[in-house]
């Protein structure tokens, strides 16, 4: 097989991974260099904040390569303490590679996206509010997650029809909290690295684990280090 093909299939396989993490709050970024030509789907498991959210995403990458759109559902395990209600989050990315280099073996790939989460507040205190006014419980509060970062990657061929990339994604995250007397908005650098696995053509796995500023009790946004492993199909043969 050619390192071509290999590369091909790669970067087919790696957008399904990573499809499935979407840009969901409280998953890991799990944002390669290597967008993906075509149609995958994919499920993940991530940790983070003390909770775990399972989730599934479809994305979808022009022919050549270079741009990919990715949109996801997930579930969390459980409300955050003070809340109730929906356990639901959402998100989208778009990401386009600017720079291929090498012979196609690295990459720079900028990206954009957007999460979100709703759940009622039920008590203030258990929240971590303390500035929550009577008026607020009951109030539905709304966390959203604005992602801008870019994606450097390496990937090799691993014998005749397996391929490995890793990659390093800064990103600056935009936290935004609104609900009741709560609005707050808190900005911080954060770091993922993501190693992807492809495996004959149609199926990889994703790992990622992200880290860098927390936000403080009161704020919104992640509060440790999140990791997230993930499993995709890509829908053609590359």
């Known amino acids: 097989m050619s390192t071509r093909l290999c590369f091909s299939i790669v970067i087919a ?58 949109a996801g559902l997930g579930v969390f395990n459980a409300t955050e303490p003070g809340y109730r209600g929906s356990h639901l989050g959402y998100g989208a990315r778009f990401a386009l590679t600017v720079v291929r280099f090498a012979s196609e073996k690295l990459a720079v790939t900028p990206f954009v996206g957007f999460g979100s989460t709703r759940a009622t ?75 992807e696995l492809a495996l004959a053509g149609r199926f990889g796995l994703t790992f990622s684990s992200e880290f860098g500023k927390s936000a403080e009790a009161t704020d919104p946004g992640p509060r440790g280090t999140r990791v997230g492993l993930g499993a995709s199909f890509a829908f053609a043969r590359r």
């Open 13 to 70: 396989v790696g957008l399904a991974a990573r499809s499935a993490s979407a840009q969901l709050p409280g998953l890991p970024v799990f944002q390669g260099a290597f967008a993906g030509p075509g149609l995958g789907a994919g499920v993940n498991v991530g940790r983070g904040d003390g909770r775990t959210m399972t989730a599934a995403a479809v994305g979808y990458g022009s022919n050549s390569g270079r741009v990919g759109l990715v």
């Open 121 to 195: 507040l039920e008590n203030g205190t258990l929240a971590g509010l303390p500035a929550a006014t009577p008026e607020d419980t009951g109030t539905v509060i709304r966390n959203d997650v604005l992602p801008i970062g870019v994606a450097a990657g390496w990937r090799v061929r691993l014998g005749a029809a397996n391929a490995l990339a890793v990659s390093v994604a800064p990103t600056y995250l935009i936290n935004r909290r609104t609900g009741g007397s709560l609005d707050a908005t808190k900005n911080a650098l954060r770091v993922a690295g993501v190693v």
